[in-house]
């Protein structure tokens, strides 16, 4: 699962391991360019064990600010975009998220 910001700078992924990862994107004249011949190779700039369970959904707030993350430990946790610092967690649901 993958989410994008608005202004395309940073994306937010979540995988079966249980963790999510913030990426930092490429620029568009980096992407575009005719010198780059090769996939850009990129490594995540933060990542984080966030559940206790998968991972079902993942989402970023219009503003950039947080990310939610919901799964099937029946949480929905909140994370500072910047650097995936959990905020808050929202339990009382009776199945996965």
Same mark, same amino acid.
Request: glycine residues 8%; charged residues 25%.
């Given at each position: 699962?993958?989410?994008?910001?608005?202004?395309?700078?940073?994306?937010?992924?979540?995988?079966?391991?249980?963790?999510?990862?913030?990426?930092?994107?490429?620029? $568009?004249?980096?992407?575009? @360019?005719? #010198?780059? =011949?090769?996939?850009?190779?990129?490594?995540?700039?933060? *990542?984080? %064990? +966030?559940?206790e369970?998968?991972?079902?959904?993942?989402?970023i707030?219009?503003?950039?600010? $947080?990310?939610?993350?919901? @799964?099937? #430990?029946? =949480?929905?946790?909140?994370?500072?975009?910047?650097?995936? *610092?959990? %905020? +808050?967690?929202?339990?009382?649901?009776?199945?996965?998220?």
């Open positions: 699962k993958a989410a994008k910001n608005g202004g395309g700078a940073f994306c937010v992924t979540a995988s079966v391991d249980r963790t999510l990862k913030r990426w930092n994107l490429p620029g $568009l004249d980096e992407l575009t @360019s005719p #010198d780059t =011949t090769e996939p850009i190779a990129m490594v995540s700039a933060v *990542s984080v %064990r +966030a559940h369970k998968d991972i079902n959904i993942i989402s707030a219009p503003n950039d600010s $947080l990310v939610a993350s919901g @799964s099937q #430990d029946k =949480t929905v946790k909140l994370w500072n975009s910047t650097d995936l *610092s959990l %905020r +808050a967690t929202l339990k009382g649901h009776k199945r996965g998220v």
